[in-house]
C-alpha cells in the first residue's frame, strides 16, 4: 500500500488551473491512485481515480506518468467552491486489505 | 437517495461510559470502514469490514470495537472512551471488486467530545 506525500497547503485565483501533485515513491505494481475532495465539516468525496497515463471525467483530470511515482490532479478553472482538502489516496487491487491511508491532505484555498 | 448515515451527529460524554456510533448504509455494499480525522493528522483508518461477520483493524484501532452482524449496519463501539478519543469520526461504506471499487462513500460524520 503506497504512502502518499502532498503538499499541505495551496492558494489560487478563480478562473484559473489547479494542479495538486502527490509522490508515492513505494506504489506497488497494483495499486490504483485515488483522489478525495472534502469540504468543511463533510464527509470526503470520490473526484477520479486511475491507474496510468491519463484520466478525465466532468470534475477533473488525473495525470499518472510511466514510472507512476507521482500524479497529478487537474482542476480546470476552478471557483470559489473548489476550496477544500484534497486528498490523495493509494490502495491495491490485489492486496487482500482494504486498508486505506488518506495523508494530510492539500488544503486548497481559491481566492477572488 | 443513496446515503450513509450516521447516528448521533454530535456527542458530549464522560471518560468511561460506554457508547455506540451507529453506521448505516442504503446502497447494498460490503465493504465499510470507520475513520477519525483529527487537526494534522488526516484521516486514519479505525476499522473495517469486508462483509458480514468480517472486520479486520485499521492503523488506529486501539480503544475500538465494532460489529457487522447485518450488512447495512456497521457500529462503531467505544467500551471505555478516554479523551484522546476526542474526535470527527467518518464512516464509509463501498463496493470492492468493481471497477470503481476505492470510490467510497462517507457519512456526515460524527463529531464526538470525551470530557
Known amino acids: 500500500l503506497a504512502k502518499t506525500t502532498q503538499p499541505i497547503s495551496m492558494d489560487s485565483y478563480e478562473g484559473q488551473e489547479v494542479n495538486i501533485t502527490c509522490s508515492h515513491n513505494n506504489i506497488a505494481t497494483n495499486d490504483y491512485i485515488t483522489w478525495y475532495q472534502q469540504f468543511p465539516s463533510q464527509g470526503p468525496r470520490f473526484i477520479i481515480q486511475?491507474?496510468?497515463t491519463k484520466v478525465t471525467n466532468e470534475v477533473a483530470s488525473l495525470f499518472i506518468p510511466a514510472d507512476r511515482k507521482s500524479s497529478t490532479l487537474s482542476l480546470p478553472r476552478v471557483s470559489l467552491s473548489d476550496t477544500a482538502v484534497y486528498y490523495c489516496?493509494?490502495?491495491?487491487?490485489?492486496?487482500?486489505?482494504?486498508?486505506?491511508?488518506f495523508g494530510t491532505g492539500t488544503r486548497l484555498k481559491v481566492l477572488a | 437517495e443513496a446515503q450513509v448515515t450516521q447516528n448521533p451527529r454530535y456527542l458530549i460524554t464522560v471518560t468511561g461510559k460506554k457508547l455506540t456510533v451507529t453506521c448505516s448504509q442504503n446502497?447494498?455494499?460490503?465493504?465499510m470502514s470507520w475513520y477519525r480525522q483529527d487537526p494534522g493528522l488526516g484521516l486514519r483508518q479505525i476499522y473495517y469490514?469486508?462483509?458480514?461477520?468480517?472486520?479486520d483493524k485499521g492503523d488506529v484501532p486501539e480503544g475500538y470495537k465494532v460489529s457487522r452482524k447485518e450488512k447495512r449496519n456497521f457500529p462503531l463501539i467505544l467500551e471505555s472512551p478516554s479523551p484522546n478519543q476526542t474526535s470527527l469520526y467518518f464512516c464509509a461504506s463501498s463496493l470492492p471488486g468493481q471497477v470503481s471499487y476505492n470510490e467510497q462513500f462517507f457519512g456526515p460524520g460524527t463529531r464526538l467530545t470525551v470530557l
Open positions: 446502497m447494498n455494499h460490503e465493504y
Open positions: 469490514s469486508m462483509n458480514v461477520e468480517v472486520t
Open positions: 486511475g491507474y496510468k
Open positions: 489516496l493509494g490502495q491495491s487491487s490485489t492486496s487482500g486489505t482494504y486498508k486505506y491511508i
